[in-house]
């Protein structure tokens, strides 16, 4: 292999997947779970389940790391005459049926010396990211932890020796940013006894016989482990399961109560599988409307999840500010995965393009951290809009007409399309309320850049028209706006709607 390593010739192997891994042949995604995307059931009291994912609401922004034996030739595996064969993605074993004796070996030679936890976390730090979350055990079953259960893992098998989940787990906590951990539930090619539907995602090649597999024998011999493992030697913030494929759900419940009885606070994404967890996901897309139930999306800075050799398709700083900016307008999260090397190294590509997005969160984060969903029902031809909530103590000190204000709503108004006329409007807005325990009230707005806190001018009107339930007391606001942007990939404007008692 070493003398493969020093002569790579890469050759195209014509394959029937994609290199979009989890994409299947009707341009669905193979997320392995037979619920995706319907309403998850809640076994706790909605207080207690936003206790535990306030943190996670407030962030938005993550990293997702897929790393593992697949990164040593970047998803390619040697071939019989030196070539590298392309095995598509970090699925690779399966793609290319390599048998489980024959890819362990690849352990023998990942030495990834290059690997610095605490820049992996600076890297994310520096974009803005809030939490990470690093694969410890993808569908080969190879574990990226020393894990006590099993000797499939990086600290018995490779020449390095090291722990990277113990490392990361340290680095994100001195550095101020939660950890978290993915484990691949449902799929182990590995085990003997992990069966997906039909086979269609086993290892049928070293385990023939998919009628004699039984989950429950895997389950209780490797996933409960692990997971103790997991929850006892890293006390990860979330756990972030990916394919639940053939888990009953009494095995969903029991999984459930063992990390909440380690750890309480834990989050659980739904891919725990039979509709439980904590927050839903969407993979490589954002929904039009978001959803009502907490959500994520998880998504690949290029082409692929696990580093692959030759892509360097990577998204545009715009394109990746756009795309978290329209997540959080929707209420949901964004986790965006990057891969590293098989020597440790997160690509130059993807580091470029993360220090921009950090330059611009670093100006305009106010505008995502520990904000909402816009408020607003048709999306602007502008951009998007995020929300901040604030509450004043009520002081019935007169101030003319009103009393001090009771409340403050911020909106931030984010442009990508910059008006021709430099004239922004809000419709929608609404004028008068009536605030529980207070009264009647009336709001007052003013704007300003947030980069640089310009004033901006504005005017305000009630609507015309026939009144009706639905549109008393809602008006219009045009906000006055500079000539040219501030910043071309979105600039933010705040609108602060202040609300006022009226005294008679």
């Known amino acids: 292999m070493k003398k493969i390593l020093s002569a790579i010739c890469i050759a195209t192997f014509v394959a029937a997947f994609s290199s979009h891994a989890q994409v299947l042949a009707n341009g669905e995604i193979d997320t392995g779970d037979a619920n995706s995307g319907k309403k998850l059931v809640q076994t706790e009291s909605p207080d ?14 993550g990293m997702f790391i897929h790393w593992g034996l697949y990164s040593q030739w970047g998803c390619h595996y040697p071939g019989t005459n030196g070539e590298l064969i392309n095995g598509g993605s970090e699925h690779m074993m399966q793609h290319l049926k390599i048998p489980l004796k024959e890819y362990a070996k690849i352990a023998n030679i990942f030495n990834p010396t290059n690997f610095n936890a605490d820049e992996w976390v600076s890297i994310a730090k520096n974009a803005g990211m809030k939490y990470m979350v690093i694969t410890t055990k993808h569908h080969d079953g190879f574990a990226m932890f020393n894990s006590p259960s099993s000797d499939f893992n990086i ?87 990916d394919t639940p494929e053939e888990i009953s759900k009494a095995e969903s419940e029991e999984l459930v109560a063992l990390i909440h009885k380690l750890q309480p606070d834990c989050i659980i994404n739904s891919r725990v599988g ?12 954002i929904p039009g409307s978001g959803d009502t139930q907490p959500w994520e999306t998880c998504m690949t800075l290029n082409g692929h999840w696990g580093y692959f050799l030759g892509d360097e398709n990577w998204k545009s700083p715009t394109n990746v500010i756009h795309n978290l900016v329209d997540i959080i307008s929707k209420g949901g999260n964004y986790l965006l995965n990057v891969g590293p090397t098989g020597q440790g190294i997160i690509p130059q590509g993807a580091v470029k393009d993360l220090d921009a997005v950090g330059a611009w969160m670093k100006v305009n984060g106010e505008s995502i951290y520990g904000t ?9 031809s502008w951009g998007r809009v995020t929300k901040k909530m604030g ?24 442009i990508f399309n910059w008006p021709k006329d430099s004239k922004l409007i809000m419709p929608e807005m609404r004028m008068t309320t009536s605030l529980a325990g207070a009264g009647p009230c009336v709001a007052e707005f003013t704007a300003h850049l947030l980069a640089n806190k310009t004033d901006l001018k504005l005017t305000k009107q009630y609507a015309t028209g026939v009144v009706t339930n639905q549109n008393a007391g809602m008006g219009v606001v045009t906000i006055d706006l500079p000539s040219k942007p501030l910043d071309p990939i979105d600039t933010v404007v705040v609108l602060e709607q202040k609300w006022y008692l009226i005294l008679d």
């Open 48 to 61: 207690a389940v936003a206790k535990r994912l306030q943190w996670w609401s407030d962030a938005r922004f």
């Open 274 to 285: 039979n509709r439980l967890g904590d927050y839903g996901v969407q993979e490589q897309k």
């Open 372 to 380: 909402s969903a816009s408020p607003m029902t048709n999306t602007p």
């Open 391 to 414: 509450y004043v103590a009520q002081d019935t000190t007169t101030n003319g007409t009103y009393a001090k204000p009771l409340a403050q709503t911020n909106l931030y108004l984010h």
């Open 155 to 241: 600290v018995k098998m490779t020449p390095w020796h090291r722990d990277p989940t113990k490392e990361l787990a340290d680095a994100c906590a001195k550095q101020g940013l939660k950890f978290g951990v993915y484990y691949s539930l449902g799929r182990d090619w590995e085990d003997p006894d992990c069966p997906t539907k039909a086979g269609y995602r086993s290892n049928t090649w070293d385990y023939t016989n998919e009628d004699a597999k039984v989950f429950s024998r895997y389950f209780e011999r490797k996933v409960k482990p692990q997971i103790t493992e997991l929850m006892t030697q890293y006390h990860p913030a979330l756990i972030w399961f």
